[in-house]
């Protein structure tokens, strides 16, 4: 899958060109917000980056640390529960959920599990029909009833035959009209508590789906949705079609939700999962030149063999100044904050400035999350 996130940021890099046509070494703080706000990053968090900043000359490294830092909270863990995974797919109308919701079942279908889908936008006119559609093509079980009819109850049917005929995941559609926001919030609380009655902790997931065209504005959106029933993650459409890539950073950001996939494309298997550290890259390779990555890479090579030579010395030693160096190098990569130690390989751990606390530990000679 490794690419498929920065070749879909193709029309966001022609964007940043206008306004940065030639790749540099560093550029100006002036520099830098006019790119960011070519890239459809929000003013806001341009000023925020910028005041973090107090070099004149902004290197890749540099950036690259701050970008980072915006998407501190894109990391999901998946919540223990029973099978069915039970997901409940919300979002306006247009943003993409009926795909984003073929696309889920096909990866989960490629994954060897069975799926099975719960029609519950009740409300739109030929939104049955469509999942319908998607279900027949990818030969996938699909509980439905009729437009204007109670969608809890397609809910509740569709989590309860999952459950009888023993089924992995079951993906819920739901209706998307903001412009009748306290209805739509009535609806999704009732879905909410229904689906928790047919299946105990579901929903297990709740998923919004934002139209990556939209930019920024979809941060408003998103922030009512989250309001309204809680949102655990947060899967970006049709990242390949547009310009306002760097609103990925605002929306993050802003609402301190993990990014579960990007749409990279109109076919079932073009559902990527989020990758911080390759969306970074994409953008910055567009700015900056590659003289510096070598001379890095040419550096950490040097330095590979150097402390190599030291393990043959004195293996004890170098295998714990490796466990420090590697537990240096993910507290910065993920922007966490060491707390304590619980034991030799286990750490408490916090990201900088929230409450969040999680536990990493050393195994196979790398830091993880537990």
């Known amino acids: ?39 459809d990053v929000e003013y806001g968090l341009v000023e925020i980056i910028l005041n973090e900043i107090y070099q004149e000359k902004i290197t890749r490294d540099i950036l690259e640390q701050k970008l980072l830092a915006t998407l501190a909270y894109t990391s999901y863990k998946e919540p223990e529960y029973t099978a069915p995974f039970v997901e409940l797919i919300i979002g306006v109308n247009g943003a993409g959920k009926t795909t984003t919701i073929a696309k889920l079942a096909y990866k989960y279908k490629q994954e060897g599990k069975k799926v099975m889908l719960g029609a519950g936008d009740t409300f739109r006119a030929a939104a049955i029909e469509q999942l319908t559609l998607w279900a027949n093509k990818l030969e996938i079980p699909i509980v439905s009833s009729k437009q204007g009819h109670d969608s809890s109850a397609v809910a509740y049917d569709a989590i ?78 049709k990242l390949d079609g547009t310009a306002k890539g760097g609103s990925i950073f605002s929306i993050a950001y802003a609402l301190e939700l993990p990014i579960l996939y990007v749409g990279t494309g109109e076919q079932p298997e073009n559902l990527t999962p989020f990758d911080k550290y ?89 830091w993880k999350y537990c």
């Open 1 to 39: 899958m490794f690419g498929f996130i920065k070749k879909s940021l193709n029309k966001t890099v022609e964007a940043i060109k206008t306004v940065a046509p030639k790749k540099k070494k560093y550029f100006t703080k002036d520099e830098l917000e006019e790119i960011l706000l070519e890239a």
């Open 160 to 237: 309860d035959s999952a459950k009888s005929k023993n089924y992995d995941n079951v993906i819920i559609d739901t209706a998307g009209r903001l412009h009748t926001q306290t209805n739509l919030a009535n609806e999704l609380k009732k879905i909410n508590r229904i689906c928790a009655k047919a299946h105990e902790g579901a929903p297990h997931r709740t998923v919004l789906i934002i139209d990556g065209t939209q930019g920024n504005s979809a941060i408003s959106q998103a922030k009512a949705f989250n309001e309204m029933i809680g949102v655990d993650g947060i899967i970006i459409t």
């Open 278 to 366: 390759e969306f970074v890259d994409g953008l910055l390779d567009a700015l900056f030149e590659e003289k510096e990555e070598k001379e890095e890479k040419g550096k950490e090579t040097t330095q590979q063999t150097e402390l190599n030579a030291v393990d043959e010395e004195k293996p004890e030693e170098r295998n714990k100044d490796k466990k420090e160096s590697a537990l240096e190098t993910f507290l910065k990569d993920e922007k966490l904050v060491l707390l304590k130690s619980l034991s030799e390989n286990l750490m408490l751990v916090n990201y900088a400035n929230t409450p969040v606390d999680t536990k990493i530990e050393y195994k196979n000679g790398k």
